[in-house]
């Protein structure tokens, strides 16, 4: 069973919880990382869900997310999301935002990091039903004409940060 830490409103622990039950409870005190990948021609990587996934799925989202595990740090989940995901190791992670729900109404506390990456992806298709590459002047606009294709987290954090994604 995979346990999550609890926080509170300033993102200080104060406990912890299995995933299942802060799903079922629809909590949002808890923490996830999100990686967005930019290939050498300046393209933005996004992952399109898996159909099997019970959020969001078959919807673009950011090139990996995951849930930060109990006891771990963001940065440690972003590694290790990444590795289970795409197989990614040996890369250095820039952290371009950090995310409070109350403020900005997502699901959960969250960091992002960004990578500029070109190599290969062992896709993990229980996640990740494949890997898209987008030009930002597509995803603007996909965004205006079919939000439903995005997870609302994205929706909701990826005009914060694109200007950093260059």
Known sequence: MEYIDLVDENDNVIGFASRENVDAKN??????????IINKIGQII???????KKYFGGCYFFSVGGHVSHNEKYEDAAY???EEE???????????????PIKLGTSSFSKLYKLKYDGEFIIDKDEVEMMCPFEK??????????????SSDFIKIYPKISYKLT
């Open 86 to 100: 795409l197989g990614i190791t040996n890369i250095k992670l820039e952290e371009i935002g950090y995310f409070n």
């Open 27 to 36: 909590m949002k005190n808890y923490r996830v990382i999100n990686i967005i």
């Open 80 to 82: 290790r999301e990444l």
């Open 46 to 52: 996004l992952a399109k869900r898996s159909k099997k």
């Open 137 to 150: 002047k597509e995803i603007d606009k996909l965004i205006v004409n079919n939000p439903e294709k995005f």
